[in-house]
């Protein structure tokens, strides 16, 4: 197979002014609209992780890019949803199930600006305009700090939980700042999952695990140019060897 790029977003809004923390992880609503106008000119189809999954196993091939938005912010649903839904791409949001209609509070200690989360309306209006939803467990916790336990219950639970909330199957799972071990990979595959991706960079090839899937960021200063050398050739499996 043709190796895979899945797009890793956070925010999409217009990012806060100079010197504030973590300001790359804002992609700005045009460049946003600019990149997937771009994938749909050269024929590419953004695909959520569901819908790509019989292009990573190989039983189909075609002109695809994964795309994936973590923590599930509400300007996910403002500013992405209406431009993906425009060139009938789908997408995948990986949510924290605690902390629906709150806050990324988990980044307050860095002096990450607050960023509201979606509340389940708006998840429900994210699903009904064609995206996925899937898990990043109950609360944003670095898995490798706590009890098998504890994990457990923080990768379990938030699939069932937005489940019912959602009335739909969660098959997508993120680990939380990418952190994570073999049991983690265990017990996500334990739990029903049918693939999880990290923060490893590179493209999906062939033979790669479903539960440790690679992925492309796009950050704020992502040029149009240097995007298009993450979709159209090896520049990010430079880091697979690494
Ligand atoms: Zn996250």
Redesign the pocket.
């Known amino acids: 197979m043709r190796p895979i790029p899945i797009l890793t977003y956070?925010q999409i809004a217009q990012a806060p002014e100079l010197g504030a923390p973590m300001r790359s992880l804002y992609v700005s609503p045009s460049a946003f609209a600019l990149q997937m106008h771009t994938l749909s000119l050269l024929g590419y189809q953004g695909l959520s992780m569901t819908a790509l999954m019989p292009y990573i196993r190989g039983e189909k091939t075609g002109k695809v890019v994964g795309i994936t938005f973590?923590?599930g912010y509400l300007n996910n649903v403002e500013n992405a949803a209406g431009v993906l839904k425009k060139f009938n791409f789908s997408s995948t949001c990986?949510v924290?199930s605690e902390l629906l209609g709150k806050t990324n509070a988990w980044d307050h200690s860095v002096g990450v600006a607050s960023a509201p989360l979606m509340d389940i309306l708006q998840l429900q209006q994210w699903i009904a305009s064609g995206q996925e939803i899937g898990s990043?467990t109950q609360h944003?916790i670095d898995l490798t700090t706590i009890d098998s336990h504890t994990s457990h219950a923080e990768i379990f639970n938030s699939r069932i939980s937005l489940g019912q909330k959602l009335n739909t199957n969660i098959q997508q799972f993120?680990y939380?700042?990418g952190r994570y071990t073999p049991e983690h990979v265990d017990t996500v595959i334990s739990c029903g999952y049918v693939a999880a991706t990290t923060t490893a960079r590179g493209k999906v090839h062939a033979g790669d695990s479903a539960y440790e899937l690679r992925r492309v960021p796009v950050v704020r200063s992502t040029s149009l140019p240097q995007f298009l050398l993450k979709i159209l050739t090896s520049y990010e499996d430079r880091y697979r060897s690494a």
Request: proline share 10%; aromatic share 20%; charged share 20%.
């Open positions: 956070h973590d923590d990986y924290v990043h944003h993120c939380p700042y």
